[in-house]
């Protein structure tokens, strides 16, 4: 059988293109080989790293109460803070729950005061004027996640604290659980805003097209088909926000006043478990009591940052269940 020059041409090209491919498919299989293996390395290293960081909690945080023979019980609903500052005395008091209530009245009052403007304002990035919101409102909210803690806190310091004090004539002059919730809520508004966006873009089109189809207006389909749709991952961004604030230390600790008192209005001062850890960490003994009370808050806020990570896990899979995914 005589082959034709084109048949030859094509044979030749099929030849060549399996001796490259001979030699290139065990470079490929290296580089893949290495890759795969960089990637689960550094994977395998954050897992380690995670459980090193709540091993080491565990141990100097349960110190207060194995070291010391405090209660767990003490500890969470006592109100007098009086440890020893010793490695070697007992005997003082760890009830932390004044931290503990002014974390809980600063972050619940920035909640309340991002939330509403965070919902709206991922409505408005979406729905309302998607052009705008893409190219300038959305940018321009991203921003706010590079700014230093330092800024806000001093911000709040020199403008808001003055404000508060020559308008509602708080007690100690502006330094409140306000201005801390304040500030808190400017600090998570972009974290809950930017995923809440996120949210509603997931929403499948064809949802909304359904609606305006039965004679929907667009404020009934946001209202009723968009916002209801999107809740899951609104909520994952209300929790990733709620924890930012938890874990908030510098810039709450220069409004809030820093006073171990429960705060009987919102424009009292009080203290809470990130400004206590913060200020007073490096001035006390190490292994004391005193020491070790305060690594027993760095446990509990850790403890709260797990529980609100497993939360965020099962409202992802209630998501997946609802819409099949």
């Known amino acids: ?23 290139t498919d065990p470079q490929m299989f290296r580089k893949e080989t ?17 459980l090193a960081i709540g091993a080491f909690l565990i141990y100097q945080g349960s110190g207060t109460f194995t070291k010391f023979g405090h209660s767990i019980f003490e500890f969470l609903f006592s109100s007098t803070w009086a440890p020893t500052d010793s490695p070697s005395a007992s005997g003082g008091q760890v009830g932390a729950a004044i ?4 974390s809980l009245e600063t972050c619940g009052l ?51 604290v003055p404000f508060i004090r020559d308008v509602f004539h708080a007690s100690m002059g502006g330094f409140s659980v306000l201005a801390a919730g304040i500030v808190l809520a400017i600090m998570i508004f972009p974290t809950i805003t930017t995923l809440s ?44 926000g709620l924890s930012r604030a938890f874990g908030e230390a510098l810039a709450v600790a220069m409004v809030i006043g820093k006073t171990r008192a429960f705060a009987s209005s919102i424009l009292d001062p009080t203290t809470n478990l990130t400004a206590a850890i913060a200020s007073d960490m490096g001035n006390t003994a ?4 005193y020491n070790l009370a305060l690594w027993s808050m760095a446990l509990l806020l850790f403890i709260l ?20 995914a």
């Open 1 to 23: 059988m005589i082959m034709t020059s084109y048949e030859k041409n094509i044979q030749v090209k099929e030849s060549l293109s399996a001796k490259r491919k001979k030699k």
């Open 34 to 50: 290495f890759w795969r293996i960089l990637v689960t390395i550094c994977g395998i290293a954050i897992i380690l790293l995670t």
């Open 99 to 102: 931290y503990i209530v002014g």
């Open 110 to 160: 920035a909640l309340l005061i991002a939330v509403p403007f965070s919902i709206a304002a991922a409505v408005f990035m979406t729905e309302i004027n998607p052009k705008a919101g893409t190219r300038l409102f959305r940018p321009a909210t991203e921003i706010f996640l590079g700014i230093p803690s330092i800024v806000y806190g001093w911000v709040g310091l020199t403008v808001l």
């Open 197 to 240: 966006a996120d949210a509603i873009l997931s929403v499948p089109d064809s949802y909304r097209k359904a609606a305006y189809g039965l004679g929907s207006t667009r404020w009934q389909v946001i209202h009723h088909i968009v916002i209801p749709a999107a809740f899951s991952g609104i909520l994952t961004g209300v929790i990733l």
């Open 286 to 289: 190490n292994g004391g009591e």
């Open 305 to 324: 940052s797990i529980l609100s990570i497993i939360l965020i896990h099962a409202i992802a899979r209630r998501k997946e269940k609802v819409y099949g």
